[in-house]
Nanobody, 124 residues
């Protein structure tokens, strides 16, 4: 499956933004999908995941502000980000994995396919 992330941009603190992950080649719902982010000088970190069962998992830092979802008809995943703050500034990557389980969903090594990333900048 090929993944194409889009929708990033520059926003103010408190704003909302929705980023997308369009899949091609395979049906996205056949995979667990995750969002990760990497800020300058930092390691890639887990943000959110949605499993094939549609159960979701979030990092504590985004819980209650971000929502991960998937539109099977469009073969596209989304990350709705509300109440953004400067600490959310990063390049956001979507990923898909066929063998991700609840205990491995936070670990990037368990995802097989990655999009190219979309940059989100939040200014105060």
């Amino acid at each position: 499956v090929q993944l194409q992330a889009s929708g990033g941009g520059s926003v103010q603190a408190g704003d909302s933004l929705r980023i997308s992950c369009a899949a091609s080649g395979r049906t996205l719902s056949s995979y667990s999908m995750g969002w990760f982010r990497q800020a300058p000088g930092k390691e890639r970190e887990f943000v959110a995941a949605i499993r094939r069962s549609s159960s979701t998992l979030y990092a504590d830092s985004v819980k209650g502000r971000f929502t991960i979802s998937r539109d099977n008809a469009k073969n596209t995943g989304y990350l709705q980000m509300n109440n953004l703050n400067p600490e959310d500034t990063a390049v956001y990557y979507c990923a898909a994995g066929s063998s991700v389980i609840i205990t491995t969903a936070r670990l990037p090594n368990y995802y097989d396919y990655w999009g190219q990333g979309t940059e989100v900048t939040v200014s105060s």
